[in-house]
C-alpha cells in the first residue's frame, strides 16, 4: 500500500511539474495519497482502473515480498546512479511484488560513545550530512523514496533536501527534520545503520552493495546491477504481476495523423 501511495504521489506531482499545474483530474479534491482510499475518490480522481488493477494484483500474492536492500552513501556516483535509473524505477514498476530497504552509511566510518558518536564519511561532511537528512526523513516520514530520489537525482544532493521534502511530504516540518539530524535521535539512528551495515556477511568491500532478501553474492550484485528489474522477476514465486509478463496488456489507442 504504501508504495503505491508513492506511485501516485510521484506520478501527480511529474504531471503538474511537466505541464504546469493543468491536469486532467482539476475536479479531484483528494491528495493522491487517498486516490484509491474508496470507490469515491478513485472515480473522481480518474484512477479507478488502476486502484482495481492493483487491488486485484495485491489479492492474487501468496509470495513474500522481494526484498531489495541498499547499502549507500548520499553523495557516492555509482550509488546515486544505481537509486536513480535503476532501484527507483524498478520499485515503482514492481511495486506489487518488491520492497525496499534502504541503509545510508556505506564506507563511512564511526567513533564516540553512546549518545555522541562521530561519523567520518568517504566524500567529506556534506556526504555525512546527506546521509544523515535521509536517514532522519525515512524515520519521520511515510513517503521518504520519493524525497530521496528527488534528492539523489538533482545536482545537489544536500541543498535540495528541504526543497524536496516540501514538494513531496509539505506536512512533515523542516526544523522537524533538521532537530532529528543535530540531535541525539539522528545519532542514534545513524549508529544503528553503521552497525547493520558491519553486520553484513559477507562484510561490504563497496557501495552500492546490494542485498536480496537479506543475502548477497558476486552473482546478486552483478544481476541486480544489470537489471534489477528481471532479477526480481525472476525470483519472486507467486503469480506474475503484468510488468514481468505475467499477465499480456495491451494498449490499443493511438492518436491519428490526420
Known amino acids: 500500500a504504501k508504495m ?17 499545474g ?18 469515491d475518490s478513485a472515480v473522481e480522481c480518474g484512477v479507478l482502473k ?30 546515486r546512479q544505481f537509486l536513480v535509473l535503476m532501484l527507483f524505477p524498478t520499485a515503482i514498476l514492481l511495486q506489487d511484488i518488491m520492497a525496499v530497504k534502504l541503509v545510508p552509511f556505506g564506507n563511512a566510518q564511526e567513533s564516540g560513545t553512546t549518545g555522541k558518536y562521530v561519523f567520518t ?25 520519493p524525497i530521496i530520489f528527488c534528492m539523489e537525482s538533482s545536482s545537489d544532493v544536500v541543498n535540495s533536501a ?11 516540518s523542516w526544523d522537524k527534520v533538521m532537530g532529528c539530524v543535530n540531535g541525539p535521535l539522528g545519532n542514534q539512528l545513524m549508529h544503528q545503520n553503521a552497525l547493520e551495515t558491519a553486520a553484513l556477511k559477507p562484510p561490504h568491500e563497496y557501495v552500492p552493495w546490494i542485498t536480496i532478501n537479506g543475502e548477497h553474492s558476486d552473482d546478486l550484485q552483478q544481476k541486480a546491477m544489470t537489471s534489477l528489474f528481471s532479477l526480481v522477476c525472476s525470483m519472486y514465486k507467486g503469480t506474475k504481476p503484468a510488468a514481468c509478463g505475467g499477465s499480456q496488456m495491451h494498449y490499443q489507442n493511438y492518436c491519428q495523423n490526420k
Not at 483530474?25 to 470507490?39: A, G, M, R
Not at 528541504?162 to 512533515?172: E, F, H, S, V, W
Open 4 to 20: 503505491k501511495a508513492l506511485l501516485l504521489l510521484v506520478l501527480a506531482v511529474g504531471f503538474n511539474v511537466q505541464y504546469g
Open 22 to 39: 493543468s491536469s486532467m483530474y482539476s475536479s479531484c479534491s483528494e491528495s493522491p495519497l487517498n486516490w484509491c482510499s474508496s470507490l
Open 50 to 79: 488502476s486502484c482495481l488493477q492493483s487491488n486485484f494484483s495485491k489479492s492474487r500474492q501468496t509470495e513474500d515480498l522481494i526484498e531489495v536492500g541498499l547499502y549507500y552513501e548520499s553523495l557516492c556516483p555509482g550509488c
Open 121 to 145: 564519511c568517504q566524500h567529506g561532511e556534506q556526504e555525512c550530512l546527506g546521509n544523515m537528512i535521509e536517514t532522519c526523513i525515512m524515520n519521520m516520514s511515510q513517503i521518504a523514496y
Open 162 to 172: 528541504k526543497a524536496c521534502t516540501g514538494i513531496y511530504d509539505p506536512d512533515l
